[in-house]
């Protein structure tokens, strides 16, 4: 008989996890999906695409129904887990079910962060990580609102453009003194900046919200040196925390994410975590390459294979208010590395390749990414880039032309 498995979160870790082990270990599991999403898998990056009207919400769900069925999977959708009892190896869900399981995977994902200020509880503030959110912006965009966007990193660009490109009045306010500080070092930053205001966007740096105004609903935003921003709506786009509350709850280890080993196994024998819920030597990604490299490893695992997962290097590489950005690496370099710049702001081009000891180390790109994953491959790869070093500014055809010549 096939061992009951069960997957918490019908997010992207977990439809990829499914996906390798239907490669893998197909007839080896019983496996159930419970998820509390109204709506089958989806690919959530594409959030952003829907947003922005460049495709349709139903267009980006991962995978079909039938797939689902036709790989013997119990799908439970629009229902949370509340409970898991470690000692009898069940789960409870908020409709008082229980299911019983032998093996347990928490891909819970994360949640939005939302800023402890005064008026944080206001009706008119918004987040944005799921199509439910995307509904509800859709629908202040239509009717033209003046919208706060808190937040300057890759999820409040993306709100910020996806909204004023549907109609919206956006003004963005970020309390660091660049955009995406996390993977822009300044020049690149300030390239951005510009791109984005060109498409209407008001941008505020160095801009802490203090508060947010109104009586039962939003009326603005007043940051911290006392200026007032009038708005109908204000959405909080101030990072993420991951969904850890089940595991905590149930005595499952955790920090900031869940605590799982090279296995992806929890403090608890049989019991797993992958996907932005997780926590592995230390790091939570936020990111669905790593998630995805997670789902290979643990399949593997569940199959009875031997696999361990190191950790991955992480890249960005995306359209960011429709602008492509890439940042991979130690991309703002040090006393010990030296830097190579090509900077072109009226054709909106900016490149920086970081160099240590001899090897690629790092590299912001904005405007061209022809090459981001050429550059992305020698920064893992880790080589010795001396003999392309005066042509790799230029792109990988420059490069190897040079090299054979
Ligand atoms: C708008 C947007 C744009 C993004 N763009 C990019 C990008 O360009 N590149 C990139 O790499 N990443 C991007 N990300 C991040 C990416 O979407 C995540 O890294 C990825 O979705 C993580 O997958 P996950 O399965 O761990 O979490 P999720 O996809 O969030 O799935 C977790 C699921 O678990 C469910 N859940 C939680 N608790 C319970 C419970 N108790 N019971 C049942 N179900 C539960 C949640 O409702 C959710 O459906 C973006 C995210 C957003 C929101």
């Given at each position: 008989m096939s061992e009951p498995l069960v997957i918490v979160g019908n997010g992207m870790a977990a439809a990829r996890l499914v996906d390798e082990l239907a490669k893998?270990?197909?007839?080896?599991y019983a496996i159930a999906v419970i998820g509390d999403e109204p709506r089958l898998a989806y690919n959530r990056v594409l959030l952003s695409a829907v947003l922005a009207g460049?495709?349709?919400?139903?267009?980006?769900?991962?995978?079909?129904?039938d797939w689902w069925r036709d790989r013997g999977v119990t799908l439970k959708y629009g229902c949370a887990v509340t409970e898991i009892d470690v000692g009898r190896r069940e789960l409870k869900i908020a409709n008082d079910e229980s299911i019983a399981f032998s093996k347990l995977v928490l891909a819970t994902g994360s949640m939005p962060l939302r800023l402890n200020v005064p008026g944080a509880e206001l009706k008119g503030v918004n987040t944005f990580r799921d199509s439910r959110d995307v509904d509800l912006l859709l629908t202040l965009a239509a009717a033209r609102k003046r919208v706060v966007v808190i937040g300057g990193g890759l999820l409040g660009l993306e709100a910020a453009y996806g909204l004023a490109k549907a109609g919206a009045s956006v003004t963005l306010v970020h309390l660091m003194d660049r955009l995406m500080e996390r993977q822009l070092d300044a020049p690149a930053a300030a390239l951005l900046k510009s791109l984005v205001e060109a498409k209407g966007i008001e941008i505020l740096l160095n801009a802490n919200t203090a508060r947010i105004i109104g009586e039962?609903?939003?009326e603005g935003v007043e940051l911290s040196e006392g200026r007032r921003i009038a708005a109908n709506a204000v959405i909080f786009a101030a990072g993420i925390r991951p969904n850890v509350v089940l595991a905590r709850e149930a005595g499952i280890a955790v920090n900031r994410g869940i605590i799982v080993d090279d296995r992806l196994q929890?403090?608890?024998?049989d019991i797993f975590a992958l996907g932005e819920c997780a926590e592995h030597r230390g790091i939570c990604y936020g990111l669905v390459e790593p998630a995805y490299e997670q789902a290979r490893i643990l399949a593997q695992h569940l199959a009875g294979r031997t696999a361990a997962y190191q950790g991955s290097v992480v890249a960005t590489n995306l359209k960011v208010s429709g602008v492509s950005v890439f940042s991979a690496g130690?991309?703002?370099?040090?006393?010990q590395s030296e830097s190579i710049v090509l900077s072109d702001v009226k054709r909106g081009t900016y490149k920086k390749l970081v160099i240590a000891d001899g090897r690629l180390n790092g590299a912001v790109l904005v405007g061209d990414v022809a090459d981001a994953l050429w550059y992305l491959e020698l920064i893992r790869a880790g080589g010795a880039v001396a003999r392309i070093r005066k042509d790799m500014m230029f792109g990988r055809t420059a490069a190897t032309l040079a090299e054979a010549a």
């Amino acid at each position: 008989m096939s061992e009951p498995l069960v997957i918490v979160g019908n997010g992207m870790a977990a439809a990829r996890l499914v996906d390798e082990l239907a490669k893998t270990a197909l007839g080896r599991y019983a496996i159930a999906v419970i998820g509390d999403e109204p709506r089958l898998a989806y690919n959530r990056v594409l959030l952003s695409a829907v947003l922005a009207g460049d495709t349709a919400s139903h267009d980006i769900e991962l995978r079909p129904a039938d797939w689902w069925r036709d790989r013997g999977v119990t799908l439970k959708y629009g229902c949370a887990v509340t409970e898991i009892d470690v000692g009898r190896r069940e789960l409870k869900i908020a409709n008082d079910e229980s299911i019983a399981f032998s093996k347990l995977v928490l891909a819970t994902g994360s949640m939005p962060l939302r800023l402890n200020v005064p008026g944080a509880e206001l009706k008119g503030v918004n987040t944005f990580r799921d199509s439910r959110d995307v509904d509800l912006l859709l629908t202040l965009a239509a009717a033209r609102k003046r919208v706060v966007v808190i937040g300057g990193g890759l999820l409040g660009l993306e709100a910020a453009y996806g909204l004023a490109k549907a109609g919206a009045s956006v003004t963005l306010v970020h309390l660091m003194d660049r955009l995406m500080e996390r993977q822009l070092d300044a020049p690149a930053a300030a390239l951005l900046k510009s791109l984005v205001e060109a498409k209407g966007i008001e941008i505020l740096l160095n801009a802490n919200t203090a508060r947010i105004i109104g009586e039962n609903r939003v009326e603005g935003v007043e940051l911290s040196e006392g200026r007032r921003i009038a708005a109908n709506a204000v959405i909080f786009a101030a990072g993420i925390r991951p969904n850890v509350v089940l595991a905590r709850e149930a005595g499952i280890a955790v920090n900031r994410g869940i605590i799982v080993d090279d296995r992806l196994q929890t403090g608890v024998f049989d019991i797993f975590a992958l996907g932005e819920c997780a926590e592995h030597r230390g790091i939570c990604y936020g990111l669905v390459e790593p998630a995805y490299e997670q789902a290979r490893i643990l399949a593997q695992h569940l199959a009875g294979r031997t696999a361990a997962y190191q950790g991955s290097v992480v890249a960005t590489n995306l359209k960011v208010s429709g602008v492509s950005v890439f940042s991979a690496g130690d991309f703002l370099g040090g006393e010990q590395s030296e830097s190579i710049v090509l900077s072109d702001v009226k054709r909106g081009t900016y490149k920086k390749l970081v160099i240590a000891d001899g090897r690629l180390n790092g590299a912001v790109l904005v405007g061209d990414v022809a090459d981001a994953l050429w550059y992305l491959e020698l920064i893992r790869a880790g080589g010795a880039v001396a003999r392309i070093r005066k042509d790799m500014m230029f792109g990988r055809t420059a490069a190897t032309l040079a090299e054979a010549a």
